[in-house]
């Protein structure tokens, strides 16, 4: 493989393309982002998306191309890149908590850097501000104590500008540096060989461009005072990306650390890591769940607010079953392991979440580009600024003076910030409450959305048959009927058959009795011998009493399936069950009613049951009946009458209309088909949730396009202000550094989200 000077050469490549994430170093702006993103790009079969806040590229190349060449690449623009570990070869490879955007050493070291130019560039700001302060030779005194500020506190930009220049580019760094030294440089001069170094020297603070004789004009405090404000506004910065990480890093340090497994009926403490599929592991009272499984000894409450803002523990018992990093309130449990390491829930929700602050919205495309081509832009105006000055007023200071604000009054670093801090926070706090947003083209989706179509089993409704009525004929009573009825039905594995004897063992709160000489019907029922008589369940009778035949019509005309139960060939009861409405699916419903949404409910059940189950709900438009190749068309038919629809599904059968659907909302209680076709994961089975997500996708996007309003506003009412002679550049270098703050604090408000 030969290589150009500029960057290697990379051959044509064919084959499936691979992705990788690197690490980048080095970078302080949204152009240093847009510059390595696009060279990046230039090579040959690579898509490269760089993004500021969590200094992290992902990048999809194809074969032939090798991640040591992206890693060359990055470095001959300027930056570094680290090629991520590999991975250690263990069962169960638990997901490590990412580093934040700002190591702690490094925020030490900027914290240090920070304080000691504090303290010496308050007093040089104090003297040349306040007249009253100054001695004689004061001015002496201030370029001792500004010097090491401008030069060792300000040794990162310069460092940076001087790396980006020997690569013929020009980055926030480049404009920072050049003011600052352009204002220390005049100050020496003035100092050595103007008149400002006399004894009796004495000088005053404007917020404007001051006129003054330039050989005793001096710029310590903008020199000094900038580079302390800058590296404030750089460090509350790091802080506040390290916040908005922060729910991403407390999501993947949920797990626990280590298991109790049982091995040979033995308690074994081992790592988490060494856990396999198929291990049996105990968890005590107040202890985590160690991984996805299924309950095989025990019953228990679990609580799984801190992994999907479910207030309410959960009960469990056996068969049921219980997700990793959850914690288990009640009694003693014995689990199964289903899923270890990244195939589990905790490792998945994580990566969503990764993936989704990784990416980048449209709008903050718009705002990389502006970046790239910003700084070159301020270089340009800030000499059109002191050309122009120089040109009316014949006043080399008062042209200087505004040119050095323009330089530094820039910030192209708010507009990297807008997008990707709010897409942090939004997306830690949903992965708080069980919402996972794919990516932040969703945000935008859901700004659109008008229709909201719903599936119904296992969304609007349990997904699982359960008892509802028993009706008793003359001469029979309700428990006889439930007793018998649950009896027979104890031995069928058919769906019904299992609801009528769940039910009939909780409303009975005991035992069943046993049958004998059980047989099933296919496709009519099943009958056996209970307490000395022939029981018969299900379609086994051709004739009704009038008051049984009524109350099969009142259950069906319901939506419910009608069991018939009879003994001694006479039918006596009817038993009614079915997928009942979850307990909090009509208040959903209102919900997105209030968000501006018309729910539409989607089924392949029979009309009758539909409308009774949307009845139950407040839902008013109705498809039923549909197979599962027909959800999409009903999803194409919607938008084509101009809607713009969300389907909210969890099945295998939704998983091609959530994919066809404008937005997708998969309840991540269903099946890994329909949570991949979707672009929001609800991890909790509360359609309630579906609401939430809507209302925190728009609350994200809101606040992305607020920052942006602030970035971009900043920009144009200062710079014109700046090169007017409008504003002292150390205000503008106050400014500049809070600009970038207002932005990151702006979306930590999206943490309060409730």
């Not at 997708?664 to 609401?691: P, S």
Request: glycine share 10%.
């Amino acid at each position: 493989m030969t290589r150009t000077t500029d960057e290697p050469a990379i051959a044509t490549a064919t084959g499936t393309p691979e992705a990788v994430e690197l690490l980048i170093g080095g970078m302080t702006c949204a152009s240093c982002a847009a510059r390595v993103e696009k060279k990046l790009n230039r090579m040959d079969g690579v898509t490269a998306t760089v993004n500021y806040a969590t200094e992290k590229a992902k990048v999809t190349y194809p074969a032939g191309i090798e991640v040591a060449d992206l890693i060359a690449v990055v470095e001959k623009t300027g930056y570094t890149a680290e090629e991520p570990a590999p991975p250690e070869p263990t069962p169960n490879e638990t997901p490590e908590a990412p580093e934040a955007p700002e190591a702690p050493a490094e925020s030490g070291a900027l914290r240090d850097r920070l304080t000691v130019s504090a303290l010496l560039a308050i007093p040089v700001i104090a003297l040349s501000m306040i007249p009253a302060l100054q001695f004689d030779n004061w001015q002496w005194l201030a370029l001792t104590l500004a010097s090491p500020v401008v030069v060792w506190g300000g040794l990162p930009f310069h460092r940076a500008a001087f790396t980006n220049a020997r690569h013929g580019a020009a980055t926030m760094d480049t404009l920072i540096s050049m003011g600052t030294l352009a204002a220390y440089g005049w100050s020496l001069w003035a100092l050595f060989l103007g008149d400002a170094g006399m004894t009796g020297m004495r000088d005053g603070f404007e917020f404007t461009v001051s006129r003054a004789d330039s050989a005793s004009q001096i710029y310590l405090e903008v020199a000094s005072g900038v580079v302390t404000f800058i590296l404030l506004g750089r460090y509350l910065e790091a802080r506040s990306k390290r916040r908005a990480g922060a729910a991403l890093r407390a999501l993947m340090e949920l797990g626990a650390k280590d298991v109790a497994v049982l091995r040979d009926g033995r308690e074994h403490r081992i790592p988490i890591a060494r856990l396999a599929v198929g291990d049996r592991f105990v968890v005590r009272p107040g202890e985590k769940i160690a991984t996805d499984g299924t309950v095989v000894e025990g019953s228990s409450a679990v609580d799984a607010a801190m992994l999907t803002g479910e207030s309410v523990p959960v009960d469990v018992t056996v068969g049921d079953a219980v997700t990793g990093a959850t914690v288990n309130a009640g009694g003693r449990l014995v689990v199964e392991a289903t899923r270890v390491g990244a195939d589990t829930q905790l490792a998945r929700m994580a990566r969503l979440v990764e993936d989704a602050q990784n990416g980048k919205a449209e709008v903050q495309r718009l705002a990389d580009r502006i970046s790239a081509v910003f700084v070159p832009a301020v270089i340009v105006l800030a000499v059109a600024t002191f050309g122009a000055w120089l040109g009316i007023t014949d006043d080399t200071v008062a042209a200087f003076t505004a040119a050095v604000a323009v330089l530094i009054i820039a910030c192209p670093c708010a507009l990297g910030l807008a997008t990707p801090t709010a897409l942090m926070v939004g997306t830690g706090r949903g992965a708080q409450l069980g919402i996972l947003i794919k990516g932040p083209e969703v945000l935008e989706s859901t700004r659109r959305i008008d229709t909201v179509v719903l599936d119904k089993t296992g969304t609007v409704t349990t997904g699982r048959m359960t008892l509802q009525k028993v009706y008793a004929a003359e001469g029979a009573d309700e428990e006889q009927v439930l007793r018998l009825a649950g009896a027979v039905e104890h031995a069928s594995e058919h769906p019904v058959a299992r609801a009528v004897a769940a039910g009939a063992e909780e409303r009975l709160g005991g035992p069943l009795p046993p049958v004998e000489g059980f047989e099933n019907v296919p496709g009519r029922g099943a009958r056996g011998r209970v307490e000395g008589r022939d029981v018969a369940v299900g379609r086994l009778f051709d004739a009704l009493p009038p008051e049984l035949a009524r109350a099969r019509e009142e259950a069906e005309r319901g939506g419910r399936t009608a069991v018939v139960v009879g003994w001694d060939g006479t039918a006596r009861g009817v038993v009614a069950v079915a997928d009942a409405v979850k307990e909090t699916s009509a208040e959903a419903v209102r919900e997105l009613r209030a968000l501006g949404l018309t729910p539409v409910l989607l089924t392949g059940d029979n009309r009758t049951v539909a409308e009774a189950v949307a009845d139950a709900v407040g839902i008013d438009q109705v498809i039923a009946e549909v197979l599962p190749e027909e959800k999409v068309e009903a999803v194409r038919r919607l938008r084509r009458e101009g809607r713009c629809v969300a389907m909210v599904g969890d099945g295998v059968n939704d998983a091609a209309a959530l994919a066809t659907a404008d937005l997708g909302l998969a309840m991540g209680t269903g099946t890994d088909a329909a949570i991949e076709a979707g672009d929001l994961t609800l991890v909790r089975g509360d359609l309630r949730v579906a609401a939430d997500a809507i209302r925190l996708s728009r609350r994200t996007l809101a606040t992305i396009k607020g920052n942006l309003v602030w970035a971009f506003g900043y920009n144009v009412a200062a710079l014109p202000l700046a090169a007017a002679g409008l504003l002292n550049p150390m205000i503008a270098g106050a400014a500049m550094a809070f600009s970038s703050v207002f932005v990151v604090s702006n979306s930590l408000r999206l943490r309060t989200f409730r």
